[in-house]
DNA sequence: CCTTCCGTTAGGCTC
DNA sequence: GAGCCTAGCGGAAGG
């Protein structure tokens, strides 16, 4: 394909606020927080409707180069050459793709307005804590989620046991790592400060890491297991029972 | 674009290890280590060579779903809708599309064996500090790079200055956390534990969080500005000589 | 296999 | 805007 028409199917797609697919054998350079070249190869180039801007190698799930939303997109035909840049202030970013060889190029005007629903986080997991204590400890009553924990930052859930006994929980979605009991620890410092009185401490996952159980150990850390997936179905079963009742 | 045709050209281009870009109507589910769906919406499906899977929305630079490399693709057409599901082991993960209509769909075999170049990392911001100790400050010389620090992990540089002090040195191309204040204190511990010698820390990065600086004084570690471009331009500079000089 | 750590991490949220 | 944290993080390197 001639690179002038494909400047003018480009900057067409471009103005009309469409995804553009452009396949070809291209160059790519980019300049920022960091900066990297990248030769000649066939490659495949998307330019999405909100300046959006990937460079997808013909193997692998990471695009090589980019550029996220609301840049600064140009085009211009020069020296034989199609070139397309990129560009963003704050952080001060440039991409430049240097086109030799235009293989295709599509442009659609998509519509998707669809809602994207996301299960198995670990905000469901606290969510369905919250619905259901004893998932931590028969007993178990929640206080306060998210509560401030000095400068530490925040814990997940913040309760009291059946002995009325302080509970700090920390939940994690993957299994724990020891970094994950020295925050745990850090923030329940941090509350005994505050407070006057030492929290158990309970860190709820799927798992823990060899060398975190190390850690748990040496600080009194309590371990309760629990995977995203089972809060998942815990609060679609408190759903369905709310809508039953609903 | 009639279902089956689509269905033939997607197995056609699975089998050839081609790239593969289609656009259409679709629905996405999947369920593995956590689980997602996205109702009906026109969007960009991607098949890689390797069998990377992505499903691109019309904006934002992430895609919305996806499979990495190696996931084993089906495609079958079935009441009237093509199915494409992409499975993995290891995790257990099933990624399913399910197109109700084809706007487009194109296949190419790309080749591309360019090979990309990072710069302005932190791996070149330490080789920038052991081809230049002074940035650092006069009369640093490093002795080690990845010494090891006990259970901590490993420190960056490990070296002496002018007055024969040891010296840890961590590196890093973003501004310093209070984190990393943390973290490199526990390396020293370690090397005190092991060396009966207290080194001086240095934080070498491009600048430092406010919570940080607070840190940085608690634990009497100094703190070095040093930006990962400043380093690239070094090693450029010390290679353009070599070059001279060779 | 597991663990650790980097990344132009991105993205979301709060202050 | 800066700071903080999560992520289906991905990817690489090392044990």
Redesign the pocket.
């Known amino acids: 394909m001639r690179l002038k028409e494909a400047a003018e199917k480009l900057r067409e797609g471009i103005r009309s606020r469409s995804l553009i697919v452009l396949t070809g054998l291209m160059e790519v350079f980019?300049e920022?927080?960091?900066s990297?070249s990248l030769g000649e190869g066939e490659r495949l180039l998307l330019i999405k409707q909100d300046g959006s801007v990937l460079v997808h190698r013909p193997t692998?799930?990471?695009p090589?180069?980019?550029?996220?939303?609301g840049s600064l997109i140009s085009v211009i035909v020069k020296d034989g050459v199609l070139v397309i840049e990129a560009r963003r202030l704050?952080p001060e970013?440039i991409?430049r793709v240097v086109v030799k060889k235009v293989y295709s190029i599509e442009s659609h005007k998509l519509e998707d307005s669809a809602d994207f629903a996301?299960h198995a986080?670990?905000?469901e997991m606290k969510r369905a804590i919250l619905l259901e204590p004893s998932l931590i400890e028969e007993g178990f009553k929640p206080i306060e989620d998210e509560r401030r924990a000095g400068r530490?930052?925040?814990v997940d859930i913040f309760g009291v046991d059946s002995s009325g006994n302080l509970v700090v929980v920390e939940i994690?979605?993957?299994?724990a790592?020891?970094?994950d009991v020295r925050?745990l620890v850090s923030y329940v410092k941090e509350i005994e400060k505050e407070l006057g009185r030492r929290p158990r401490m309970i860190l709820a996952a799927p798992g823990v890491?060899?060398?975190a159980s190390r850690e748990l150990a040496a600080y009194g850390v309590e371990f309760k297991c629990l995977s995203p997936k089972r809060c998942h179905e815990i609060l679609k079963r408190g759903r369905g029972l709310e809508e039953f009742l609903g």
């Open positions: 980019y920022g927080r960091a990297s692998g799930y990471e090589v180069n980019w550029q996220p939303p704050s970013e991409l996301m986080t670990e905000e530490a930052g925040f994690k979605r993957r299994n790592t020891s970094e925050q890491q060899r060398s």
